[in-house]
C-alpha cells in the first residue's frame, strides 16, 4: 500500500506550533527566512521518507492540486 | 604556454585522392580526430575495419580539456590496447571531499573495492590518450589519417555520402558509405546537414588555470563553495598527471572573460588560493558550460558521435567518457553490417541505446549545474541550506551535489536485449528487477578470473567478440552443443566459468577462485550469459539452450524476422 500525505487536523496544539514557527522566523532578513524554510523543507522531507508523499505535499502547495 | 608537454605535429601529405577530377570512395570516414573520433578508429582497426580518418588541425588536442577517466573508458582502451598507459601515465583517485567557507562538510570514497583492474577515475591531460591513440592505429594500419584536411561539404545522397576537403593544396572531393561525424561540439557535418543542436546554456563563467606545482595535498578531488580566497564562489582542486594540477574557479556571468584570462588577474587569484607555495602556470582558459543534443545522432548514412552529438558541463566528468562509450557503442555494429552479419538497421540501435544514455548524462550535469550556479534567491537558500546542514546532517550529505561521477550507461529497455521475463529467460513478475547484477543491455563488470593456471580479468577475456559464459558446478556436465555455437558465423565464444579447476572438454575455462566474477555477475551453476562484442550483456538465463542463445545473439544484430535472417545468412 502506498501511504499518502495526511492532510487532516494532527497537531495537538496547532497554535502553539504556529506561535514557534512565528517566532524563529520574527527577526529574519528574508535571504536568512528563505535558507530557515529550505532547512524545515528538506529535514521534514528526509523525516517522511517517502519521495511520492513528499511530492504530494508539493503539488498542493504549489496550487497544482487541491488536495 | 604548456610547459610539460610539447604537442607533436604530425606531417599533411598529399595524397592519391586529390588528384584532379578524382572522387576517390572509401567505405568509412571518421570526420575529426579527437578523442572520440581517434577512439572510433582505432575500435574498427581491432574489428579489421579500415578507416579514413579525416582532421583539420595537425596535432593532438592543445591544451589541457577532459581529466578525468572513468572506470568504463579505462575498460574501453583496455580493449583497444592503451589502457595500460592510462594507469602508468595517470593519477589514480577515489576519495573527494567537499568544503564550505573554511570547513570539511563532507568527504567521499568512490570505494574502490579490490578485484577490478581499473580504479573509479584516472586523471590525465586529454593529450595523452589522443597521442596513444594515434600510435595504436598507426600499429594496427588500417587506419589512413590525413592530417589538415577539414571537411567543409556533407552531402548525403541516397546510396552515399559526398565530401568536400579542404587542405593547404586546395580542396578533392570524396565520396563513402558511412560517415562518422567526430568533429566536435562545433561540427561542421551537423552545420552542413542543417541540424538543429537543442538545450541550455547555463549563465555562468568559469575559470579553468592549470598550475604546475610541487604540492603535498593528497590525491583527492577538493570541492568548495564560498571558500574565503574566493567568497561567494565555488573552486574546484584537481591533480593531473606531470605536478599539473587542475583548478576551477566558478565566475558569475557578469565576469569579462578577456580580463578574467589576463596573467596578473589569475595568479593574484591563485596567490590568495595557494599562499607563497612556488606555482607556475600551464594552461588558462575561460568557459561558459551548456547542455545540449541532436535530436537522433543517426541520419541515414551518417552517425554523430562525442560532442558533435551532445554537449554537456563538465561537471561530473561526462563528455569524454561519454563520446568513447558512444564509439564502443556504435563500431562493433558498424562492423557487423559491414561484414553483412547484420542489417543496417542494427544501426538505429545506437539510437535507441545513445539517446538515454546522452540524456542521462545531460540529467546529472545539469542538476549538479544547478546546485553549483543556482538560478535564483530560492535555489541558493535551498543549496546553502543543504550545504550547511550537511556538516551535521547525514542526510544532507547526500544531498550535496558538485559532480555526480560518470557511470555507464545500462541500456534499460534496449531492443536488442533479450527482457529476463521472456520465453527462454527467467521467469519473472512483469516489471521485476533481474536477479543478480548486471541487467541485459548493461556492461560486465570486471573481476580477477585464472584461465590456465595465469591470472587474469574476466573483461579481458570477454575481448571484442559474442560470448557465451557459462556457470559450471564441479560435476555439471558440459553440454555438447556448445563447442558448435563457436563454429557458426558470427561466432560465439564458449568461455566455462567455474570455482575451482575441473574438466572442460577442451574449452576455454576460467576459474573464479574468490567467487568475485560469480558474485558481481549473479552467477549460480547452470547461469548461462551472452555478451555482445561491446563486453554489455545481451541474455541471461538459469540454463544453458543452445537455440534461445542463437535467438539472442540474432536479436542483438537487430535481426527480428526469418526474412532478415536468410537476407543476412546469404
Ligand atoms: C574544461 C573542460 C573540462 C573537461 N573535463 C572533462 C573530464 O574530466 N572528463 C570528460 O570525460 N570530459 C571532459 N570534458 C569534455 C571533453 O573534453 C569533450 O567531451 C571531448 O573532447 C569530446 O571529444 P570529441 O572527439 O567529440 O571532440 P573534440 O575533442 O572537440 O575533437 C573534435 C576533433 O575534430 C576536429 N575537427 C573539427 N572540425 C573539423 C572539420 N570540419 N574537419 C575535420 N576535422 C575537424 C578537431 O580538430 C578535433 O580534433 C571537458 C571539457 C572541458 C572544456
Redesign the interface.
Given at each position: 500500500m502506498t501511504a499518502h500525505l495526511e492532510t487532516g487536523p494532527r497537531l495537538d496544539d496547532p497554535d502553539a506550533l504556529y506561535e514557534a514557527l512565528m517566532a524563529a522566523y520574527r527577526d529574519l532578513p528574508d535571504a536568512e527566512a528563505l535558507k530557515l524554510s529550505a532547512k524545515l523543507v528538506l529535514l521534514l522531507a528526509n523525516h517522511i521518507g517517502d519521495a511520492a508523499v513528499v511530492r504530494e505535499a508539493l503539488a498542493i502547495a504549489s496550487g497544482r492540486t487541491d488536495g | 604556454m604548456p610547459k610539460t608537454y610539447e604537442n607533436p605535429r604530425f606531417d599533411y601529405r598529399r595524397c592519391a585522392d586529390q588528384q584532379p577530377g578524382a572522387v576517390a570512395h572509401h567505405p568509412v570516414v571518421v570526420v575529426g580526430a579527437g578523442l572520440v573520433g581517434l577512439t572510433a578508429a582505432v575500435d574498427l582497426a581491432t574489428r579489421g575495419v579500415p578507416c579514413l580518418l579525416l582532421d583539420d588541425d595537425d596535432t593532438v588536442s592543445f591544451g589541457s580539456r577532459a581529466i578525468c577517466f572513468s572506470k568504463r573508458s579505462l575498460e574501453i582502451a583496455d580493449r583497444l590496447g592503451v589502457g595500460g598507459r592510462f594507469l602508468e601515465k595517470g593519477i589514480t583517485w577515489n576519495r573527494g571531499k567537499v568544503f564550505l567557507k573554511d570547513r570539511e562538510v563532507y568527504a567521499f570514497d568512490l570505494l574502490p573495492e579490490p578485484g577490478h583492474a581499473y580504479p573509479a577515475f584516472v586523471n590525465l591531460q586529454q593529450y595523452y590518450p589522443e597521442e596513444w591513440l594515434v600510435e595504436r592505429a598507426r600499429e594496427l594500419g588500417l587506419t589512413e589519417i590525413r592530417w589538415k584536411n577539414r571537411v567543409t561539404e556533407v552531402v548525403q545522397e541516397d546510396a552515399r555520402v559526398r565530401l568536400t576537403v579542404e587542405t593547404p593544396d586546395g580542396p578533392y572531393a570524396i565520396t563513402c558509405d558511412w560517415l562518422l561525424a567526430c568533429d566536435g561540439a562545433r561540427s561542421q557535418v551537423r552545420r552542413c546537414l542543417g541540424l538543429e543542436f537543442k538545450g541550455q546554456v547555463f549563465k555562468d563563467r568559469f575559470l579553468i588555470a592549470d598550475v604546475i606545482m610541487k604540492a603535498d595535498f593528497p590525491t583527492e578531488r577538493w570541492f568548495w563553495f564560498d571558500p574565503p580566497f574566493h567568497p561567494g564562489q565555488s573552486v574546484l582542486l584537481h591533480r593531473q598527471a606531470d605536478d599539473v594540477w587542475r583548478i576551477d574557479f566558478q565566475l558569475g556571468w557578469d565576469a569579462d572573460p578577456e580580463a578574467e584570462k589576463q596573467p596578473e588577474r589569475v595568479l593574484s587569484r591563485l596567490k590568495a588560493m595557494l599562499g607563497e607555495r612556488d606555482f607556475e602556470l600551464e594552461w588558462v582558459s575561460v568557459y561558459t558550460f551548456q547542455c545540449r543534443r541532436l535530436d537522433r545522432f543517426r541520419h541515414g548514412r551518417i552517425l554523430f558521435l562525442g560532442d558533435s552529438a551532445h554537449q554537456v558541463s563538465p561537471f561530473g566528468a561526462r563528455g569524454g567518457n561519454g563520446g568513447m562509450q558512444d564509439a564502443d557503442n556504435l563500431c562493433w555494429k558498424l562492423a557487423a553490417v559491414l561484414e553483412g552479419t547484420a542489417p543496417e538497421t542494427l544501426l538505429d540501435s545506437y539510437d535507441d541505446e545513445r539517446v538515454p544514455a546522452a540524456d542521462d548524462n545531460i540529467l546529472n550535469s545539469t542538476r549538479s549545474t544547478d546546485f553549483i550556479t543556482p538560478k535564483n534567491?530560492?535555489s541558493r537558500?535551498?543549496r546553502?541550506?543543504?550545504l550547511?546542514?550537511s556538516g551535521q546532517?547525514a542526510?544532507?550529505r547526500r544531498?550535496v551535489n558538485s559532480g555526480r561521477l560518470s557511470l555507464p550507461w545500462g541500456n534499460a529497455g534496449s531492443p536488442l536485449s533479450t527482457p529476463c521475463d521472456e520465453p527462454g529467460g527467467v521467469a519473472l513478475p512483469p516489471g521485476a528487477p533481474c536477479p543478480g547484477a548486471p541487467c541485459p543491455g548493461a556492461p560486465c563488470p570486471d573481476a580477477p578470473v585464472e584461465r590456465d593456471g595465469r591470472p587474469d580479468w574476466l573483461l579481458r577475456q570477454l575481448g571484442d567478440g559474442f560470448v557465451l559464459l557459462l556457470a559450471l558446478a564441479p560435476d555439471t556436465p558440459l553440454p555438447a552443443s556448445l563447442a558448435a555455437l563457436a563454429r557458426e558465423v558470427p561466432a560465439i565464444r564458449p568461455l566455462l566459468i567455474a570455482p575451482a579447476p575441473r574438466d572442460a572438454g577442451g574449452l576455454p575455462l576460467l576459474v573464479d577462485g574468490q567467487g568475485l566474477a560469480a558474485a558481481r555477475c549473479g552467477l549460480v551453476p547452470g547461469t548461462a550469459l551472452l555478451f555482445r562484442p561491446d563486453q554489455h550483456l545481451a541474455a541471461r538465463w538459469p540454463a544453458f539452450d543452445a537455440a534461445a542463445v542463437r535467438a539472442a545473439r540474432d536479436r542483438a544484430l537487430g535481426i527480428v524476422s526469418d526474412q532478415e535472417r536468410k537476407a543476412v545468412a546469404s
Amino acid at each position: 500500500m502506498t501511504a499518502h500525505l495526511e492532510t487532516g487536523p494532527r497537531l495537538d496544539d496547532p497554535d502553539a506550533l504556529y506561535e514557534a514557527l512565528m517566532a524563529a522566523y520574527r527577526d529574519l532578513p528574508d535571504a536568512e527566512a528563505l535558507k530557515l524554510s529550505a532547512k524545515l523543507v528538506l529535514l521534514l522531507a528526509n523525516h517522511i521518507g517517502d519521495a511520492a508523499v513528499v511530492r504530494e505535499a508539493l503539488a498542493i502547495a504549489s496550487g497544482r492540486t487541491d488536495g | 604556454m604548456p610547459k610539460t608537454y610539447e604537442n607533436p605535429r604530425f606531417d599533411y601529405r598529399r595524397c592519391a585522392d586529390q588528384q584532379p577530377g578524382a572522387v576517390a570512395h572509401h567505405p568509412v570516414v571518421v570526420v575529426g580526430a579527437g578523442l572520440v573520433g581517434l577512439t572510433a578508429a582505432v575500435d574498427l582497426a581491432t574489428r579489421g575495419v579500415p578507416c579514413l580518418l579525416l582532421d583539420d588541425d595537425d596535432t593532438v588536442s592543445f591544451g589541457s580539456r577532459a581529466i578525468c577517466f572513468s572506470k568504463r573508458s579505462l575498460e574501453i582502451a583496455d580493449r583497444l590496447g592503451v589502457g595500460g598507459r592510462f594507469l602508468e601515465k595517470g593519477i589514480t583517485w577515489n576519495r573527494g571531499k567537499v568544503f564550505l567557507k573554511d570547513r570539511e562538510v563532507y568527504a567521499f570514497d568512490l570505494l574502490p573495492e579490490p578485484g577490478h583492474a581499473y580504479p573509479a577515475f584516472v586523471n590525465l591531460q586529454q593529450y595523452y590518450p589522443e597521442e596513444w591513440l594515434v600510435e595504436r592505429a598507426r600499429e594496427l594500419g588500417l587506419t589512413e589519417i590525413r592530417w589538415k584536411n577539414r571537411v567543409t561539404e556533407v552531402v548525403q545522397e541516397d546510396a552515399r555520402v559526398r565530401l568536400t576537403v579542404e587542405t593547404p593544396d586546395g580542396p578533392y572531393a570524396i565520396t563513402c558509405d558511412w560517415l562518422l561525424a567526430c568533429d566536435g561540439a562545433r561540427s561542421q557535418v551537423r552545420r552542413c546537414l542543417g541540424l538543429e543542436f537543442k538545450g541550455q546554456v547555463f549563465k555562468d563563467r568559469f575559470l579553468i588555470a592549470d598550475v604546475i606545482m610541487k604540492a603535498d595535498f593528497p590525491t583527492e578531488r577538493w570541492f568548495w563553495f564560498d571558500p574565503p580566497f574566493h567568497p561567494g564562489q565555488s573552486v574546484l582542486l584537481h591533480r593531473q598527471a606531470d605536478d599539473v594540477w587542475r583548478i576551477d574557479f566558478q565566475l558569475g556571468w557578469d565576469a569579462d572573460p578577456e580580463a578574467e584570462k589576463q596573467p596578473e588577474r589569475v595568479l593574484s587569484r591563485l596567490k590568495a588560493m595557494l599562499g607563497e607555495r612556488d606555482f607556475e602556470l600551464e594552461w588558462v582558459s575561460v568557459y561558459t558550460f551548456q547542455c545540449r543534443r541532436l535530436d537522433r545522432f543517426r541520419h541515414g548514412r551518417i552517425l554523430f558521435l562525442g560532442d558533435s552529438a551532445h554537449q554537456v558541463s563538465p561537471f561530473g566528468a561526462r563528455g569524454g567518457n561519454g563520446g568513447m562509450q558512444d564509439a564502443d557503442n556504435l563500431c562493433w555494429k558498424l562492423a557487423a553490417v559491414l561484414e553483412g552479419t547484420a542489417p543496417e538497421t542494427l544501426l538505429d540501435s545506437y539510437d535507441d541505446e545513445r539517446v538515454p544514455a546522452a540524456d542521462d548524462n545531460i540529467l546529472n550535469s545539469t542538476r549538479s549545474t544547478d546546485f553549483i550556479t543556482p538560478k535564483n534567491a530560492a535555489s541558493r537558500a535551498f543549496r546553502d541550506a543543504v550545504l550547511e546542514l550537511s556538516g551535521q546532517q547525514a542526510f544532507a550529505r547526500r544531498l550535496v551535489n558538485s559532480g555526480r561521477l560518470s557511470l555507464p550507461w545500462g541500456n534499460a529497455g534496449s531492443p536488442l536485449s533479450t527482457p529476463c521475463d521472456e520465453p527462454g529467460g527467467v521467469a519473472l513478475p512483469p516489471g521485476a528487477p533481474c536477479p543478480g547484477a548486471p541487467c541485459p543491455g548493461a556492461p560486465c563488470p570486471d573481476a580477477p578470473v585464472e584461465r590456465d593456471g595465469r591470472p587474469d580479468w574476466l573483461l579481458r577475456q570477454l575481448g571484442d567478440g559474442f560470448v557465451l559464459l557459462l556457470a559450471l558446478a564441479p560435476d555439471t556436465p558440459l553440454p555438447a552443443s556448445l563447442a558448435a555455437l563457436a563454429r557458426e558465423v558470427p561466432a560465439i565464444r564458449p568461455l566455462l566459468i567455474a570455482p575451482a579447476p575441473r574438466d572442460a572438454g577442451g574449452l576455454p575455462l576460467l576459474v573464479d577462485g574468490q567467487g568475485l566474477a560469480a558474485a558481481r555477475c549473479g552467477l549460480v551453476p547452470g547461469t548461462a550469459l551472452l555478451f555482445r562484442p561491446d563486453q554489455h550483456l545481451a541474455a541471461r538465463w538459469p540454463a544453458f539452450d543452445a537455440a534461445a542463445v542463437r535467438a539472442a545473439r540474432d536479436r542483438a544484430l537487430g535481426i527480428v524476422s526469418d526474412q532478415e535472417r536468410k537476407a543476412v545468412a546469404s
